[in-house]
């Protein structure tokens, strides 16, 4: 199914809602800002702000949180865009996080998700794109393999005390 990758719109709070619930247990992946009890327009004022630069708690830099829509009212995932890298996420989380719902994991929605954000990154002139993850996740490294990603090296990460892979995607 053709999956549209965009920011989130006043409209949107009954699908980022329903997302949520589809992550479980897992709801942190959801969203970062997300709140028990927090007013929708509230969160979008929050993400705004932090893809705005404005705002921005310590140690954060500029992001733009990007969701999958499958049709208006279903999310199956996210992918957060760093504009920059700072020094944590020069080491582990590079310029893209991104996760799909359990349930609608190996449907080819993250490959989508991926081809979108290089669009997106594209148009916010970036040129090279840092990707790290966990060396035991396989799909992921799929993903970015698929998508250009040279191998730069494998790494212990001693915060997560795992291998990690860091890639590089040329734009
Ligand atoms: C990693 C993740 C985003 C993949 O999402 P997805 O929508 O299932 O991915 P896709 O359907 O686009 O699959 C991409 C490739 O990985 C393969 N794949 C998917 N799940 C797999 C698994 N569990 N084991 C092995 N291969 C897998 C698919 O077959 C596909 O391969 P192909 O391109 O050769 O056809 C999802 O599993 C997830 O959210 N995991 C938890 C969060 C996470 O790990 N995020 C990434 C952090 S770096």
């Not at 009212?73 to 020069?90: C, E, F, K, P, Q």
């Not at 582990?92 to 996080?97: D, K």
């Not at 040279?150 to 734009?171: A, G």
Request: charged share 25%.
């Amino acid at each position: 199914m053709k999956l549209i990758l965009r920011e989130l719109q006043p409209q949107d709070e009954k699908a980022f809602l329903t997302g949520l619930k589809a992550w479980g247990e897992e709801s942190s992946w959801h969203s970062f800002v997300w709140k028990e009890g927090m007013h929708f327009q509230e969160m979008l004022q929050i993400l705004d702000d932090r893809k705005n630069g404005r705002n921005l708690p310590e140690g954060l830099v500029p992001d733009t949180m990007l969701y999958g829509f499958i049709d208006e009212d279903t999310i199956v995932g996210r992918v957060s865009v760093r504009h920059v890298l700072n020094d944590y996420l020069a080491k582990r989380g590079g310029h893209l996080g991104y996760g799909v719902a359990p349930s609608f994991r190996k449907r080819g929605y993250a490959s989508q998700m991926m081809e979108q954000s290089l669009g997106y990154c594209r148009s916010l002139g970036l040129k090279k794109l840092l990707i790290t993850c966990a060396s035991t996740n396989i799909a992921s490294s799929k993903i970015i393999e698929k998508f250009g990603g040279i191998l730069e090296q494998e790494v212990w990460d001693d915060e997560d005390k795992e291998m990690i892979k860091r890639y590089w995607i040329s734009l």
